[in-house]
Each structure stands twice: as structure tokens, then as C-alpha cells.
């Protein structure tokens, strides 16, 4: 009972629980993520389909398959980022939980962007705006860990310098990426979305330095 009242008061005196904060945000994941296939839209306007028409739809449909490949993985990692931050955070205050907000907000935005660049994959504005949607959330899910372990008052104490920075490195990936997308597409490159094929690689990377650096696993 005692422990209780002590977890219950030091809850009062930080912030709050995280429990609803995590609903909230798997709800709004899972959403965007099934919204991604509406924006695959098969024409209406045809009435009698034969093979080779549905050969040629399909293919004028690759650019959406590929878009909706490429956002529900990125939906999938930022997804999986946000469930490891926030199981090492113990607590909520108002400016995480606004911070959090904020990242949903564009994480909700992801698939009307992800619509508009698989309509229109060789136009680099459409794909600017998709890279810049990514840039936005991503770098708010930094803000988000960066502000948690600032000074420690919202995250489990045992949690090591080693894995905050860790962390970081890891939550760095998607805005980094999205920023070199920007600049390709600012430079008129087509299919500049297509440098999110490298975020497997890097994470890879990132895990075997730090695997080689520390003799282990860097805790993600």
C-alpha cells in the first residue's frame, strides 16, 4: 500500500500516467496506417474491363504500391520507436503530452501525403511534401525523447546514458533521410521518396556500431 501511495504521489508531483497517451497513439497509428490503401484508387469510370486493361491499370498503379510500401514501414518504425520511448518513460507531463500531440498531428497527415505522391511520383513538389511530412514527425519524436531524458524526471532512472544517446541516434534516421529527400527534390530529382529505401540499412548500421563499440547491443 505504501508503494502505491509513494507511485501515486510522485505521479501527482511530475505529471501524469502515460497509459492514455499510449492509447491515444496507437489508435491513431493503426488509423493511418489502414488509411494508406484508400488512397490506391482503381478507376470507376470504366465499365468493361478485360485482362489487358486490368494489366495496364495495375501498372499505371505501381507508383501508389510503392508509396504505400515505403509510408506503412515508415508508419511501422516511427510506430516502434514511439512504443520503445515510451516504455522507458515513466511519467507524462503537459509539455510531453502537447510535444506527442504534435507528432500525431503529422502522423495522421502521412497518408493524404503519401496519396499525392504516388498520384503524381515524377512532380518533386508532391515529394517534397511528403519528405517534409516525415521531417516534421520524425523530428517532433526526437523532440519527444530529447525532452523526457533532459533531466531525467520522466524516465525510468535506470536507464543509462548510453541508451539515451542510442536512442537519439535512432530517432535521428527519418528526419535525416527526409531531409536529403528534401534537398534531392528541391534539386527537381524524381522519385526522391525512393532515399527511404536506406532507412533498413541504417538502422543496421547504427545497431552494429554500436555493437562493436560497447561489445553489445545498444538497448534498441
Known amino acids: 500500500m505504501n ?19 499510449e492509447s491515444l497513439s496507437d489508435c491513431i497509428f493503426a488509423f493511418a ?3 494508406l490503401v484508400v488512397g490506391i484508387d482503381l478507376p470507376t469510370d470504366v ?3 478485360s485482362p489487358l486493361l ?5 501498372q499505371r498503379l505501381i507508383p501508389d504500391f510503392i508509396h504505400y510500401i515505403i509510408a506503412f514501414l515508415l508508419i511501422a ?11 522507458k518513460i515513466r511519467y507524462a507531463d503537459h509539455n510531453l503530452l502537447w510535444i506527442t500531440i504534435g507528432s500525431l498531428l503529422f502522423v495522421a ?13 515524377t512532380i ?28 531525467r524526471h520522466l524516465i525510468d532512472p535506470s536507464i ?9 541516434h535512432r530517432a535521428a534516421v527519418i528526419p535525416a533521410l527526409s531531409a536529403a529527400g528534401i534537398i534531392l527534390a528541391i534539386a527537381g530529382i524524381q522519385w526522391s521518396s525512393l532515399v527511404y529505401v536506406l532507412a533498413p540499412l541504417v538502422f543496421l548500421l547504427l545497431h552494429l556500431y554500436g555493437h562493436k563499440l560497447h561489445g553489445g547491443s545498444w538497448g534498441i
Open 160 to 168: 543509462s546514458d548510453r541508451m539515451i544517446v542510442a536512442t537519439k
Open 109 to 121: 497527415l502521412i497518408p493524404f501525403t503519401t496519396n499525392l505522391v504516388g498520384d503524381f511520383p
Open 77 to 87: 518504425a516511427l510506430w516502434v520507436m514511439h512504443h520503445m520511448q515510451f516504455h
Open 3 to 21: 508503494c502505491i501511495n509513494t507511485e501515486n504521489e510522485t505521479v501527482k508531483q511530475i505529471g501524469f500516467g502515460k497509459n492514455r497517451i
Open 33 to 35: 496506417m489502414t488509411l
Open 54 to 58: 486490368v494489366m495496364s491499370t495495375l
Open 124 to 151: 518533386p513538389f508532391c515529394a517534397l511534401l511528403f519528405e517534409l511530412n516525415l521531417l516534421i514527425t520524425g523530428s517532433l519524436f526526437y523532440l519527444q525523447w530529447s525532452y523526457a531524458t533532459a533531466r
Open 47 to 49: 465499365r468493361d474491363f
